[in-house]
């Protein structure tokens, strides 16, 4: 593509304004370079595909916290299910998560990426992309016309169904699932309590949530290798624990979405293209949730583009980004990924079994002291490594497959 066609100049353009791009773009604009952020959609947060639900710990290491009209509930603890209906509690004296208005968060990044300095463009849908020695050429659809912005460094924020990754050679996020949620009224819950339900007959391959948005209106959804709309409805008319409470609820809206399991892609880095995001696999393999290790990874994209600009540094500095994310995560993908393989080869009796043993010699009290929404390493590995736990889980695997 000729540079002749270029009608505008940027240090670094980024294309998509979720939770990810805006936060790389903010960070990446506090350098003090032109950064454009690229978005199909006419407005900054829809269509929203998102549960919401952001922990508290994860927003103190973001380093902000949500304005209060955009928390619509908090929670601090969460009820497990098992398949045929045990559970078990985790719970604290504090706030533990915020139940989020998607759309308004969304929004509030944007502003926040206005005023340091970073350009948003909506309705702006990026088509195409070109890496040259010394630039990005972009392809641009705007009002059905065709534009050409040039950019030394581009990161891609597309989401799961991310073009132009595709087309710049890099892989595609793996273990995709769909899911579905019901935004619903007039229905019982405790709004203090996540509600989690597990099995295959519920939700193969995943699980269904309930999440309180206030004492009578909720969340509710789950993902599923497949059919998630047929498994939620059923889920709603037989589930014992949910329909009794649920029976004269209304649905306000149905969203729709892709749940990402398989942890990062393998490469999130090429020359002057960064990924970050639900496009990079940066999201959580055990609950599907990207809000906070997304951002964190985009805080780390959006400083290293920021010092290649400033400092006009070799490409090659670029690749830090990756070396950084992985030295810092790498390892909790890893472990949730791991844990992610385990819950889906657990057949329901196993599951059943091991809720009863945590319920039984109160091992949720640890998950509640130690335990953390984002950073699940620590968890995961003492969970392993108490005696009980692999004794009883072992055995019950081991009954199995006899």
């Known amino acids: 593509m000729?540079?002749?066609?270029?009608?505008?100049?940027?240090?670094?353009?980024?294309?998509?304004?979720?939770?990810?791009g805006l936060v790389a773009a903010i960070q990446a604009a506090s350098y003090g370079t032109k950064v454009s952020v690229f978005e199909e959609h006419s407005t900054i947060g829809l269509p929203t595909h998102c549960a919401g639900l952001v922990s508290v710990k994860g927003f103190k290491k973001l380093g902000f916290y949500p304005p209060s009209n955009v928390v619509l509930n908090k929670v601090r603890g969460a009820v497990f299910f098992s398949p045929s209906g045990h559970n078990f509690v985790v719970e604290r004296r504090k706030d533990q998560a915020y139940v989020l208005d998607r759309i308004l968060y969304d929004q509030f990044l944007a502003s926040k990426a206005k005023k340091i300095g970073a350009k948003i463009e909506l309705a702006c849908k990026v088509s195409d992309a070109f890496v040259k020695r010394d630039k990005v050429i972009i392809k641009l659809i705007k009002r059905k016309m065709?534009?050409?912005?040039?950019?030394?460094?581009?990161?891609?924020?597309?989401?799961?169904?991310?073009?132009?990754?595709?087309?710049l050679g890099f892989d595609k996020p793996r273990s995709l699932l769909p899911a579905v949620q019901f935004e619903m009224m007039d229905?019982?819950?405790?709004?203090?309590?996540?509600?989690?339900?597990?099995?295959?007959?519920?939700?193969?391959?995943?699980?269904?949530?309930?999440?309180?948005?206030s004492d009578s209106s909720a969340r509710v959804g789950l993902a599923a290798k497949s059919r998630p709309l047929n498994l939620l409805k059923k889920f709603l008319r037989s589930n014992k624990q949910v329909l009794k409470r649920f029976r004269k609820g209304r649905i306000a809206r149905v969203i729709g979405g892709t749940v990402i399991t398989g942890g990062p892609i393998s490469r999130t880095w090429d020359s002057r293209v960064l990924l970050v995001g639900d496009v990079a696999g940066q999201v959580k393999p055990t609950t599907g949730g990207g809000v906070v290790l997304g951002s964190l990874c985009s805080i780390i994209a959006g400083r290293v583009a920021g010092?290649?600009?400033?400092?006009?540094?070799?490409?090659?500095?670029?690749?830090?980004?990756?070396?950084?994310?992985?030295?810092?995560?790498?390892?909790?993908?890893?472990?949730?990924?791991?844990?992610?393989?385990?819950?889906?080869?657990?057949?329901?009796?196993?599951?059943?079994?091991?809720f009863l043993y945590i319920s039984r010699y109160e091992f949720s009290d640890d998950l509640a002291e130690y335990g953390d929404m984002d950073f699940q390493y620590k968890t995961i590995l003492r969970s392993l490594s108490n005696i009980k736990a692999l004794a009883v889980a072992f055995l019950t695997l081991l009954s199995q497959l006899v």
Request: glycine letters at 6%; charged letters at 30%; hydrophobic letters at 45%.
């Open 2 to 20: 000729p540079d002749k066609n270029i009608i505008k100049e940027v240090d670094i353009a980024v294309v998509g304004a979720g939770p990810a």
């Open 146 to 167: 065709e534009d050409v912005v040039a950019a030394k460094v581009l990161i891609d924020a597309e989401g799961v169904k991310s073009v132009i990754s595709r087309r």
């Open 187 to 213: 229905v019982e819950v405790n709004d203090d309590f996540v509600e989690l339900y597990f099995g295959q007959k519920i939700a193969p391959g995943f699980f269904a949530w309930i999440i309180p948005t």
């Open 307 to 354: 010092e290649f600009i400033r400092d006009s540094l070799p490409v090659n500095f670029l690749s830090n980004y990756e070396k950084t994310w992985r030295k810092f995560f790498g390892r909790e993908f890893r472990s949730m990924k791991i844990l992610r393989a385990l819950l889906n080869f657990l057949p329901d009796k196993t599951l059943d079994k091991l």
